[in-house]
């Protein structure tokens, strides 16, 4: 059973950074397609960033030139580096793992106020 932990999330003034981390266990996380999504209130969830085995990297069009996603597979881990905040960017941030299906972690709370 895979399992995911995120962490790193919280409140920060617009323009601000945040760096989203996501902790998967297991051997095979170098396999692994790895994604951030999140969700805000009264809103679906959508896709914000992900990042293939092979490095292949897609973002949403909102947070193009603003936010990065990177993985270490020494450490099992996916990073969302969110830079130039907005308060629209306010939402509960998800992490998935793509292998034969979906796992999702608990999401980790981003708000960006002043």
């Known amino acids: 059973q895979v399992q995911l932990v995120e962490s790193g999330g919280g409140l920060v003034q617009p323009g601000g950074s945040l760096r989203l981390s996501c902790a998967a266990s297991g051997s095979l996380f170098r396999l692994y397609t790895m994604g951030w999504y999140r969700q805000a209130p009264g809103k679906q969830r959508e896709l914000v960033a992900s990042?293939?085995?092979?490095?292949?990297?897609n973002y949403a069009d909102s947070v193009k030139g603003r936010f990065t996603i990177s993985r270490d597979n020494a450490k099992n881990t996916v990073y969302l580096q969110m830079n130039s905040l907005k308060p629209e960017d306010t939402a509960v941030y998800y992490c998935k793992l793509t292998w034969v299906k979906d796992y999702w972690g608990q999401g980790t709370q981003v708000t960006v106020s002043s």
């Open positions: 990042i293939t085995s092979a490095l292949s990297t």
